[in-house]
């Protein structure tokens, strides 16, 4: 029973060995068989250990933990492993069709499974490092699998400045390491208790941080997810954007959670960066012209958002808005994805222009994509509802950062109307499409969306301890300012937007380079160590 | 050598990286930002001077041996990151003719 | 020009900061904190793993896991190099570079002398890992790196790359097997298959046997992307 962990490492890890070795379609089966056995050992396991996570630590060879690797779970941790495994389910299912005939594609998918569950449960500074790196690696590889120009492109882009990203967490661990004789992130935890507090100690946290940021697409560090989720194929973008950005977030909530007997007063910073990445994605996705960009830069700005609820202390009922969006988000920006493949794939083009009368030629799509825009835009019984209400309730006594909500809301509502024209129009041509598999995922996960919106109450209580009852989705209040929203959306968009004034096109044009990317993390780190220890 | 001096590479290594325009130097700079941080932690483990890490007769003093089995994981991992990203450089290459990143940019709304 | 002036600056105030962070890690490095692992793994090291090499003793056996996966992003690399350097769709500025100039005589000369020592170096690195200064992943490299040198004696050499990488992937496969075979041992996963209490010979059979297979897993996966690289020349 304890060897679980080790098992869901490991599982994916063979399965993608099997695959690639053998190149045949009946094998390619296996990766289904693998995840309905990693399903039922995870539910097993937290069945077992939920209720005792003392009881979870593990380490390999039984050798003394500050030595050797060892795993340890909590319940945050097995509900990002439930997430993962579901997500990867939806993901198969997805590419049921394309999966047959390719193996290599389901060889760094399945493989990327083994390695993100490592990540998750990991308990070790520096196996956190090397999972982090193989991600970069495999998702290198997912994004320039296309072998198109621009693919190899971002791939690049992608690789060079998360690996710079990830070289700073490294140096965060080689100062840990020499001030306490271990890189066991609870072993830390308990050095730092009673620890007197040293400039080394805010430098190797500054550090730390700097990885977990790129990795998260923070402010100004974001520049490499939109190209990243723009050219890559529809299921992966569905799991870049909906987990593999998240390993950030997790990473941040790990670190600050080792940190914690330090007490370093983090929240402002945190929030002010969050609130930030939030305006700059609203403020770029309003924009594009491109279906996935702007589901990309809608990412940036939905994990401004998620920086703005984790950044609280964990004890507060905002750190728990901020955890719910991260799950809620999953759900809608993958679905969000997913639809947005299908439907690029009938009318073999990218831009909001080009697409029109998806409601005719694809009811059942178009309806699962409505569910996700209601879900991101917030409305009542729809999960985004719930986690951006937690957050609203959190703010409510500070003025400035309840404004910042309110415009990234606004700004999120005008996307949505503005993407939302592709559902109108005449029928363009007959459109033959065998996606069976596609809607299947598509209803699964559209179905948890309005799962989560409506069943919040059991949910939270049951599984995290927190009381969320003072949230009502049914009155008619949040009905009224769900429908201020979009009617100040609507105007926004039908007034600056769509007349597509200077401003817009400047916005559209402008790119940062590689070097300013670099420029602009140089500039994070030095704004971290002002704020950390000049000030 | 005095670990400031490692870090001094480390910080070339980023200059490099927010002032060139060439993917190759690019790449360059990441290895030498890793090369950096190898030193750095090598330097850091053996502050006070043992001799190798291998246990036998006479020996007293030794240097700390994880450090030095971290960072054979750095190197196998940053060799691997670093044949990756030449081989896309390739590919870049023979996409759109240049390794310069404005250039790249330009060639593609060109299209 | 600002900019380079503004970026100096801003690394320099990175710089002073951690001249300042140092002189804390000089005290704590003096302090009780490290004392376990210069108490403990280093008198023990030896009795525990069989291995006199204590980087050998961290890597396969304290912190097995990670190797196991430095392993693995090797070969996850491996593959995703052959994916992406296959030419499935057309490639407008694809110019080959050939060889124009042969290689010198003497270059070739010395490379068949040097070649067979380089191999036997190799094998010795990799089968010594747990006594001397190496171990599978030096070794492997140095093995790889003599491969290459064939490539310049014989120009034409004809590699079958997909028969390398699938055997890479069998040899990991196998390697996760052996590394977990202590479960019907020891009752864990991935430590040394004999139990600390046996004499350090008999723990460096699985050393050996292990570092055997890492060295040859590398040394393939090396070759595999050397090849790819050439591929691209040619």
Same mark, same amino acid.
């Given at each position: 029973?304890?060897?679980?962990?080790?098992?869901? !490492?490991?599982?994916?890890?063979?399965?993608?060995?099997?695959?690639?070795?053998?190149?045949?379609?009946?094998?390619?089966?296996?990766?289904?068989?693998?995840?309905?056995?990693?399903?039922?050992?995870?539910?097993?396991?937290?069945?077992?250990?939920?209720?005792?996570?003392?009881?979870?630590?593990?380490?390999?060879?039984?050798?003394?933990?500050?030595?050797?690797?060892?795993?340890?779970?909590?319940?945050?941790?097995?509900?990002?492993?439930?997430?993962?495994?579901?997500?990867?389910?939806?993901?198969?299912?997805?590419?049921?069709?394309?999966?047959?005939?390719?193996?290599?594609?389901?060889?760094?998918?399945?493989?990327?499974?083994?390695?993100?569950?490592?990540?998750?449960?990991?308990?070790?500074?520096?196996?956190?490092?090397?999972?982090?790196? $193989?991600?970069?690696?495999?998702?290198?590889?997912?994004?320039?699998?296309?072998?198109?120009?621009?693919?190899?492109?971002?791939?690049?882009?992608? %690789?060079?400045?998360?690996?710079?990203?990830?070289?700073?967490?490294?140096?965060?661990?080689?100062?840990?390491?020499?001030?306490?004789?271990?890189?066991?992130?609870?072993?830390?935890?308990?050095?730092?208790?009673?620890? %007197?507090?040293?400039?080394?100690? /805010?430098?190797?946290?500054?550090?730390?941080?700097?990885?977990?940021?790129?990795?998260?697409? +923070?402010?100004?560090?974001?520049?490499? +997810?939109?190209?990243?989720?723009?050219?890559?194929?529809?299921?992966?973008?569905?799991?870049?954007?909906?987990?593999?950005?998240?390993?950030?977030?997790?990473?941040?909530?790990?670190?600050?959670?080792?940190?914690?007997?330090?007490?370093?007063?983090?929240?402002?910073?945190?929030?002010?960066?969050?609130?930030?990445?939030?305006?700059?994605?609203?403020?770029?996705?309003?924009?594009?012209?491109? !279906?996935?960009?702007?589901?990309?830069?809608?990412?940036?700005?939905?994990?401004?958002?998620?920086?703005?609820?984790?950044?609280?202390?964990?004890?507060?009922?905002?750190?728990?808005?901020?955890?719910?969006?991260?799950?809620?988000?999953?759900?809608?920006?993958?679905?969000?994805?997913?639809?947005?493949?299908?439907?690029?794939?009938?009318?073999?083009?990218?831009?909001?222009?080009? !697409?029109?009368?998806?409601?005719?030629?694809?009811?059942?799509?178009?309806?699962?994509?409505?569910?996700?825009?209601?879900?991101?835009?917030?409305?009542?019984?729809?999960?985004?509802?719930?986690?951006?209400?937690?957050?609203?309730?959190?703010?409510?006594?500070?003025?400035?950062?309840?404004?910042?909500?309110?415009?990234?809301?606004?700004?999120?509502?005008?996307?949505?109307?503005?993407?939302?024209?592709?559902?109108?129009?005449?029928?363009?041509?007959? !459109?033959? $499409?065998?996606?069976?598999?596609?809607?299947?995922?598509?209803?699964?996960?559209?179905?948890?969306?309005?799962?989560?919106?409506?069943?919040?109450?059991?949910?939270?209580?049951?599984?995290?301890?927190?009381?969320?009852?003072?949230?009502?989705?049914?009155?008619?209040?949040?009905?009224?300012?769900?429908?201020?929203?979009?009617?100040?959306?609507?105007?926004?968009?039908?007034?600056?937007?769509?007349?597509?004034?200077?401003?817009?096109?400047?916005? /559209?044009?402008?790119?940062?380079?590689? %070097?300013?990317?670099?420029?602009?993390?140089?500039?994070?780190?030095?704004?971290?160590?002002?704020?950390?220890?000049?000030? | 050598?005095?670990?400031?001096? &490692?870090?001094?590479?480390?910080?070339?290594?980023?200059?490099?990286?927010? &002032?060139?325009?060439?993917?190759?130097?690019?790449?360059?700079?990441? &290895?030498?930002?890793?090369?950096?941080?190898?030193?750095?932690?090598?330097?850091?483990?053996?502050?006070?001077?043992?001799?190798?890490?291998?246990?036998?007769?006479?020996?007293?003093?030794?240097?700390?041996?994880?450090?030095?089995?971290?960072?054979?994981?750095?190197?196998?991992?940053?060799?691997?990151?670093?044949?990756?990203?030449?081989?896309?450089?390739?590919?870049?290459?023979?996409?759109?003719?240049?390794?310069?990143?404005?250039?790249?940019?330009?060639?593609?709304?060109?299209? | 020009? @600002?900019?380079?002036? *503004?970026?100096?600056?801003?690394?320099?105030?990175?710089?002073?900061?951690?001249?300042?962070?140092?002189?804390?890690?000089?005290?704590?490095?003096?302090?009780?904190?490290?004392?376990?692992?210069?108490?403990?793994? *280093?008198?023990?090291?030896?009795?525990? @793993?069989?291995?006199?090499?204590?980087?050998?003793?961290?890597?396969?056996?304290?912190?097995?896991?990670? =190797?196991?996966?430095?392993?693995?992003?090797?070969? #996850?690399?491996?593959?995703?190099?052959?994916?992406?350097?296959?030419?499935?769709?057309?490639?407008?500025?694809?110019?080959?570079?050939?060889?124009?100039?042969? @290689?010198?005589?003497?270059?070739?000369?010395?490379?068949?002398?040097?070649?067979?020592?380089?191999? @036997?170096?190799?094998?010795?690195?990799?089968?010594?890992?747990?006594?001397?200064?190496?171990?599978?992943?030096?070794?492997?490299? *140095?093995?790889? =790196?003599?491969?290459?040198?064939?490539?310049? #004696?014989?120009?034409?050499?004809?590699?079958?790359?997909?028969?390398?990488?699938?055997?890479?992937?069998?040899?990991?496969?196998?390697?996760?097997?052996?590394? =977990?075979?202590? #479960?019907?041992?020891?009752?864990?996963?991935?430590?040394?298959?004999?139990?600390?209490?046996? =004499?350090?010979?008999?723990?460096?059979?699985?050393?050996?046997?292990?570092?055997?297979?890492?060295?040859?897993?590398?040394?393939?996966?090396?070759?595999? #992307?050397?090849?790819?690289?050439?591929?691209?020349?040619?």
């Amino acid at each position: 029973m304890q060897f679980i962990p080790v098992y869901l !490492i490991f599982i994916p890890v063979i399965t993608a060995l099997f695959i690639y070795v053998f190149k045949n379609k009946h094998i390619n089966y296996l990766a289904l068989v693998a995840q309905l056995a990693m399903t039922i050992l995870l539910i097993m396991y937290f069945t077992a250990y939920g209720d005792n996570p003392e009881a979870t630590l593990f380490v390999f060879g039984d050798w003394d933990a500050r030595v050797g690797i060892s795993l340890y779970n909590d319940r945050l941790s097995i509900s990002f492993m439930f997430l993962t495994i579901f997500t990867w389910w939806m993901v198969l299912i997805y590419t049921f069709n394309f999966r047959e005939t390719d193996h290599n594609f389901l060889f760094f998918l399945m493989f990327l499974q083994g390695v993100f569950l490592g990540f998750l449960q990991s308990n070790d500074l520096f196996n956190l490092f090397v999972f982090l790196e $193989l991600t970069t690696i495999i998702v290198t590889i997912l994004i320039a699998f296309k072998k198109t120009g621009d693919a190899y492109r971002a791939g690049i882009y992608y %690789e060079l400045i998360n690996v710079s990203g990830v070289l700073f967490f490294l140096l965060g661990i080689i100062i840990l390491y020499n001030s306490f004789g271990t890189i066991n992130l609870l072993a830390i935890k308990a050095g730092l208790e009673g620890m %007197e507090d040293l400039t080394a100690l /805010r430098m190797a946290y500054i550090f730390l941080m700097v990885g977990a940021s790129v990795k998260a697409a +923070l402010f100004p560090l974001y520049t490499w +997810l939109p190209k990243a989720h723009g050219v890559a194929q529809s299921g992966i973008s569905a799991l870049l954007s909906g987990l593999i950005v998240k390993g950030g977030l997790y990473l941040f909530i790990r670190i600050n959670d080792m940190f914690s007997p330090a007490n370093y007063s983090y929240s402002d910073f945190f929030f002010v960066v969050g609130g930030i990445t939030a305006g700059i994605g609203v403020m770029f996705a309003l924009s594009q012209k491109d !279906i996935k960009q702007i589901l990309a830069y809608h990412t940036v700005s939905q994990v401004g958002i998620m920086m703005m609820g984790l950044s609280s202390l964990p004890t507060n009922d905002l750190f728990y808005g901020g955890l719910y969006h991260v799950f809620n988000h999953a759900l809608f920006k993958s679905l969000l994805f997913l639809g947005a493949g299908v439907i690029i794939k009938a009318y073999r083009s990218k831009k909001v222009a080009d !697409i029109r009368g998806v409601m005719r030629t694809m009811p059942v799509v178009s309806i699962l994509m409505i569910v996700g825009m209601l879900s991101i835009t917030g409305a009542p019984l729809f999960n985004g509802f719930i986690s951006k209400t937690i957050i609203k309730y959190g703010i409510y006594d500070q003025e400035w950062k309840y404004w910042i909500l309110f415009f990234v809301n606004i700004g999120t509502a005008t996307s949505f109307i503005k993407m939302s024209q592709i559902f109108f129009g005449p029928r363009p041509m007959t !459109i033959i $499409l065998k996606d069976a598999p596609q809607r299947l995922s598509m209803i699964i996960i559209a179905f948890s969306c309005v799962m989560l919106g409506t069943l919040y109450i059991p949910i939270s209580s049951g599984y995290f301890g927190v009381d969320l009852s003072y949230i009502t989705p049914f009155g008619l209040i949040p009905l009224y300012d769900y429908i201020a929203t979009l009617t100040i959306g609507f105007c926004f968009y039908k007034l600056v937007i769509e007349k597509d004034v200077t401003m817009v096109r400047y916005i /559209r044009e402008f790119k940062v380079s590689f %070097e300013t990317a670099n420029y602009l993390m140089i500039g994070y780190v030095v704004a971290l160590v002002t704020y950390f220890i000049i000030l | 050598m005095d670990p400031i001096l &490692t870090f001094v590479v480390i910080l070339i290594g980023f200059y490099g990286l927010s &002032t060139s325009t060439n993917i190759i130097k690019s790449v360059f700079c990441v &290895t030498i930002i890793e090369s950096g941080v190898i030193l750095l932690f090598l330097n850091l483990g053996n502050l006070d001077g043992g001799t190798i890490p291998i246990v036998g007769e006479g020996v007293t003093m030794i240097a700390d041996p994880l450090p030095q089995a971290l960072m054979i994981t750095t190197i196998v991992i940053g060799s691997t990151v670093t044949a990756l990203a030449l081989m896309l450089c390739i590919k870049v290459f023979h996409h759109y003719g240049t390794v310069e990143w404005a250039e790249i940019l330009r060639r593609e709304e060109g299209k | 020009m @600002t900019k380079h002036f *503004i970026i100096i600056i801003l690394l320099g105030v990175l710089l002073a900061v951690f001249t300042v962070a140092m002189q804390d890690i000089e005290v704590l490095y003096n302090t009780a904190l490290k004392s376990y692992l210069i108490e403990g793994v *280093i008198p023990r090291g030896f009795v525990e @793993t069989g291995s006199r090499n204590l980087v050998t003793a961290i890597l396969l056996d304290y912190r097995l896991f990670d =190797s196991l996966f430095e392993a693995g992003i090797l070969l #996850i690399a491996v593959s995703g190099i052959i994916w992406i350097s296959k030419h499935d769709i057309e490639e407008k500025n694809a110019q080959f570079m050939y060889d124009k100039y042969k @290689t010198p005589d003497l270059f070739v000369t010395f490379s068949r002398l040097v070649y067979p020592l380089m191999l @036997t170096f190799g094998f010795y690195v990799i089968v010594n890992g747990h006594l001397s200064p190496g171990g599978g992943f030096q070794g492997g490299a *140095i093995v790889a =790196s003599a491969i290459l040198i064939l490539y310049y #004696i014989d120009h034409d050499k004809e590699t079958n790359i997909g028969l390398i990488v699938t055997v890479e992937k069998f040899l990991y496969i196998a390697i996760l097997l052996f590394a =977990s075979l202590s #479960i019907f041992t020891r009752g864990t996963y991935f430590t040394n298959v004999f139990p600390p209490t046996a =004499s350090p010979d008999v723990q460096a059979i699985y050393l050996v046997i292990l570092n055997i297979m890492i060295g040859f897993k590398v040394a393939l996966g090396l070759w595999a #992307i050397f090849t790819a690289f050439l591929k691209e020349g040619r």
